[in-house]
Structures are given as C-alpha cells and as structure tokens.
C-alpha cells in the first residue's frame, strides 16, 4: 500500500488517429519523417461514377453504326415549341415548371438534341396549345371532348 502513489496516473491506452486522420496529407508526412513503412496508392475513379463513361472507342462506334442512333425531334419540332413558348411569352424555364420537367429538357427539344418523349411532348402541346406530333404539327390543338 505504501507503493500507491495518488499522484501519479497511469494510462493503460490512447486511442489512435481516426481512419480520417490516419490517411490525411499530414499523417502521412508525419509517418515518412518517422522512417515508417506507408504505403500509397489512388484508386482508379474514386469517388466519381466512371462506369458509364464514354470512351473514344465507342464513340466512333456510335458514329460507325448508324442503325443504332436513337430518333431525335426534328427541328421543326423545336421550333413550333419556341414560337409556341414565345406567343405565350415563357421563358424555357417557365414551361418546364409549368409541365414538371428540367429546364435543359425544353431546351433539348427546342435544339432538336432530345429523344421523343410522348409524355413529355403532350405536356408541352398542352402547355402551348399547339401540336407536336402527327402530320399537322404547328396547328392549334382543338379543345373537344375527351373520349373514355
């Protein structure tokens, strides 16, 4: 008992650096100047959703294969959708909140760089009050009833 000295205080652990911490800049650093082993190394594409990237490889296979191009809207498709939105007088962003959509969806479509959507091509015609599909596209749409 004479042994027990009150004030002395023995520290049985200490926590280590956090997995954060160990792998910072400056715990590395720390570790090099020590003469410790450390071992580096950069994961390929990490953090990042590289897996649907586009290669050079398969974009001149897109450009080769002409059969496997999706449709787009047609320009004049795009341009009843302005003229449609100007007469109107919305913004892109104005007609695609007004339809729930993004505003880069109407200025695909007005760009002609958007595959058709049925969806979002009656939502659009409602929106302007024109047709967008069929063979009168421009033309007002008449307000009839709705068959069940």
Known sequence: MAE?????????????PTAAQAKSKQAILAAQR????????????????????????TAKLDREMEELHHDRVTLEVGKVIQQGRQSKGLTQK???????????VIADYES????PNNQVLGKIERAIGLKLRGKDIGKPIEKG????
């Open 4 to 16: 027990s000295d009150w004030d002395t205080v023995t520290v049985l652990r200490t926590k280590g």
């Open 34 to 57: 020590r003469g410790e082993d450390v071992e580096t190394s950069k994961k390929w594409a990490a953090g990042q959703n590289k897996q649907h990237s586009i290669t050079k490889k």
């Open 145 to 148: 009833p709705r068959a069940k």
């Open 94 to 104: 104005d007609l695609a909140t007004k339809i729930n959509e993004k505003p880069q």
């Open 112 to 115: 002609g760089r958007a595959i």
